[in-house]
Structures are given as C-alpha cells and as structure tokens.
Nanobody, 119 residues
Framework: QVQLVESGGGTVQPGGSLRLSCEASGTINSLFLLAWYRQVPGKERELVAEEISGNSPRYGNSAKGRFVISADFAKSVVYLQMSSLEVEDTAVYYC?????????????WGQGTQVTVSS
C-alpha cells in the first residue's frame, strides 16, 4: 500500500502563489506516475498536472502557463507551484500516484488539501 500526504494548501489572494507538496510512503514498487487533480463541490475531479517518469509533464487547460509540476520519483515526492492564482482555482487539490509492479497497475489518492483564492 502507498500513502500520500499533501501539504501546502491555504488561503491566498488573487494573483498570489502557493506551493503544494505531496510525499508518498509505504510499499512503493515501480512508481511511474505522480499527478495533481482538483475538485470543487458538484463537479468532477479534473487533472491539473501530471508527470510520468521519463516524460515531459502534462497540464490541464486551467493550469497551463501558471502552474508547474515537479516530480522526484527517486524520493517519491511531487510539488505543484501555483502562480497567478484566480478565484476559480479554489478547490480541494489531490495528489495521485501510480505504480506498475510486474504489469499490475495501481493508483492511489491523498486526502486532499484545500486551496482557497479570495480577496
């Protein structure tokens, strides 16, 4: 099993910045994916950014040009640097990790961290 713990959420004014962190622990076999998603009440969870080991990061439309994902697969940590935050970025942000051990894919979620953008 893999446990994911997010941190770094909080309240920030529009135009501000936040850095989210996520650390994976437990029995981690062949970690290949680290990602961030977000969700607001009444809406589906949406991709913010993901990084697959050995590949370039991929961003959701809402994050392009403003957010940067940084994953360290050796240390099992992933960060999300968010800049130029907008009210619409208010959501619970979830860390997601994927492992592929002997062809068995498994995905894990953190408990989420609240990001509120408000003046």
């Amino acid at each position: 099993q893999v446990q994911l713990v997010e941190s770094g959420g909080g309240t920030v004014q529009p135009g501000g910045s936040l850095r989210l962190s996520c650390e994976a622990s437990g029995t981690i076999n062949s970690l290949f994916l680290l990602a961030w998603y977000r969700q607001v009440p009444g809406k589906e969870r949406e991709l913010v950014a993901e990084e697959i080991s050995g590949n370039s990061p991929r961003y959701g439309n809402s994050a392009k040009g403003r957010f940067v994902i940084s994953a360290d697969f050796a240390k099992s940590v992933v960060y999300l640097q968010m800049s130029s935050l907008e009210v619409e970025d208010t959501a619970v942000y979830y860390c997601n990790a994927g492992t592929n051990y002997e062809g068995h894919y498994r995905y894990y979620w953190g408990q989420g961290t609240q990001v509120t953008v408000s003046s």
